[in-house]
């Protein structure tokens, strides 16, 4: 029979344009936030986090974007380049007792990155 | 520094055999984590250690499954018997914060259970 697989949304983008990928979180408790890189193989790497008292934050060529009221989380990358293509993770701590760092992901989104 | 590692990186097994994955931490961090991840549900959390106790073992699928860390350096995911459901990739992860922040991923290991 067929088999039921998770479904990765796909964003396209074309080298050197920039490239938003979105994540919802469920739990308004989350006060931490990851956004993971998973190249073909490899584990996942970090790229950039947020706490929540903060809306904001840049790094190198990234920004994540925190929106608590609409429990919303995106990572804008610029300048895309084709080492970028990859499955990107948000994950969140939830922010339970004694929950330290275990971090909940979401189920990713695929970024091609066309030359 | 060496990262986490993580043996073997590949495995091929028939069910109803015994698997053990191996992680070593990356030295100094005091939080272990094992994952899995599969086509199906993504990246899920099995396991959590804090000074080498379990703290959350809630995503332990079920009996068949064990996880042991018997010092600071070494942790071990068991499956016996093995089932195909099982196949999948597994992670182990570690950070060095009681709070919160980054966890250190390893390259994983792909079990495939014939």
């Known amino acids: 029979g067929e088999s039921v697989g998770l479904h990765l949304p796909t964003l396209s983008v074309q080298e050197g344009d920039n490239s938003i990928i979105n994540c919802a979180y469920s739990?308004?408790?989350?006060?931490?936030f990851i956004w993971y890189k998973q190249e073909s193989g490899k584990g996942p790497q970090f790229i950039i986090d947020i706490r929540s008292n903060m809306d904001k934050r840049q790094g190198q060529r990234v920004t994540v974007l925190l929106n608590k009221t609409v429990k919303h989380l995106s990572l804008q990358i610029a300048a895309t380049q084709p080492g970028d293509s990859a499955v990107y993770f948000c994950a969140e701590n939830r922010g339970l007792n004694n929950a330290g760092n275990m971090l909940t992901f979401g189920g990713g989104t695929r970024l091609m990155v066309k030359p | 520094d060496a990262g986490v590692i993580q043996s073997p990186r590949h495995e091929v097994t028939e069910m109803g055999q015994e698997v053990t994955l191996r992680c070593k931490p990356i030295s100094g961090h005091n939080s272990l984590f094992w994952y899995r991840q599969t086509m199906m549900r993504g990246l899920e959390l099995l396991i959590y250690?804090?000074?080498?106790?379990?703290?959350?073992d809630s995503g332990m699928p079920e009996d068949r499954f064990s996880a042991k860390m018997p010092n600071a350096s070494f942790s071990t995911l068991k499956i016996q018997p093995s089932e195909p459901r099982d196949s999948a990739v597994y992670f182990c992860?570690?950070?060095?914060?009681?709070?919160?922040?980054?966890?250190?991923f390893g390259e994983g290991s792909r079990l495939t259970v014939l």
């Open positions: 992860a570690s950070s060095s914060t009681q709070g919160i922040g980054e966890l250190f």
């Open positions: 250690f804090n000074n080498n106790v379990p703290i959350d």
């Open positions: 739990n308004s408790a989350s006060d931490y």
